[in-house]
């Protein structure tokens, strides 16, 4: 599964500088929710992030803030496919504004890292503002509710970084 969170950034005609955040918390929302574990029915969500938290950020000039994203599914899934770490194509838009009140926006791709199902690397180039033509990595952990995928429809998950989220 793919969530989202980008940062890191270089001047326009600067060499790249970046930026290293320890911290990257949130919510995403799927839309369509990903059907229970057992159905048959796939479909292909849009991931929504909004005023997700970055943190404890060292370089750049940037020391955290806010990032919102929207992200779609290319690969239709459901609980039982994604649970197994099937693919997503889970592409997208990811703007962050940092403390400085600037922002970077990302082309955002999440891939599911092998063998950990709860587990995703969110990664992509910075397009325009802070940080432009530097690259996104990270790695980040999601929680689902109680309940969710054996009893209801996946439709959010929470979200933290095992990684910390580097842009370069």
């Not at 109680?146 to 979200?159: D, E, P």
Request: hydrophobic fraction near 35%; charge should be positive.
């Amino acid at each position: 599964m793919a969530l989202p969170i980008g940062l890191v950034a270089s001047p326009a005609g600067a060499a790249t500088v970046g930026t290293t955040c320890k911290g990257a918390s949130g919510t995403a929302t799927f839309s369509p929710a990903l059907p229970i574990v057992g159905a048959t029915a796939k479909v292909k969500s849009t991931v929504t992030i909004k005023n997700a938290k970055v943190t404890g950020c060292k370089g750049g000039g940037v020391t955290g803030g806010t990032f919102s994203a929207s992200l779609k599914f290319t690969v239709a899934n459901n609980c039982s496919s994604l649970l197994a770490g099937g693919e997503t194509g889970t592409k997208g838009t990811e703007t962050i504004t940092w403390n400085t009140k600037k922002t970077s926006t990302v082309a955002l791709a999440l891939k599911g890292v092998k063998g950990k199902v709860t587990q995703t690397n969110a990664t992509g180039p910075v397009t325009k503002g802070v940080f432009a033509k530097a690259k996104q990595t990270g790695t980040l952990n999601y929680t689902l509710p109680a309940g969710a995928c054996t009893k209801t429809a996946l439709s959010k998950v929470t979200f933290k970084q095992i990684t910390p989220i580097v842009i370069k």
